[in-house]
Nanobody, 122 residues
Framework: VQLQASGGGLVQAGGSLGLSCAASGRTFSLYDMGWFRQAPGKEREFVSSITRSGGSTFYADSVKGRFAISRDNAKNTGYSQMNSLKPEDTAVYYC????????????????WGQGTLVTVSS
């Protein structure tokens, strides 16, 4: 499956931004998906994930209560609504589909999009 993340940009602290992840090539609804991010000089980290049906979601503690992951299988698209953004949320955000393992484990994600940059100014 091919993934294309979009929606990044520059936003002030406290603002909101919505990311999209468009999937093509294979049936998106067969895959659990997740969002990850990588800040400059840091390792890529888990942000959120959602099961293939959309029935269960998982969040990193750092974004819980501020970010919301969702998906629309009819549109082959996943989403991440990010509210109350902080400067420490600045990173390149990636979407990915899960192949195996726990929903929060980056090692289990096989297909990755190219990333979209989110910059939060203070």
């Amino acid at each position: 499956v091919q993934l294309q993340a979009s929606g990044g940009g520059l936003v002030q602290a406290g603002g909101s931004l919505g990311l999209s992840c468009a999937a093509s090539g294979r049936t998106f609804s067969l895959y659990d998906m997740g969002w990850f991010r990588q800040a400059p000089g840091k390792e890529r980290e888990f942000v959120s994930s959602i099961t293939r049906s959309g029935g269960s979601t998982f969040y990193a503690d750092s974004v819980k209560g501020r970010f919301a992951i969702s998906r629309d299988n009819a549109k082959n698209t996943g989403y991440s609504q990010m509210n109350s953004l902080k400067p420490e949320d600045t990173a390149v955000y990636y979407c990915a589909t899960r192949a195996r393992g726990p929903m929060t484990d980056i090692q289990g994600y096989g297909y990755w999009g190219q990333g979209t940059l989110v910059t939060v100014s203070s």
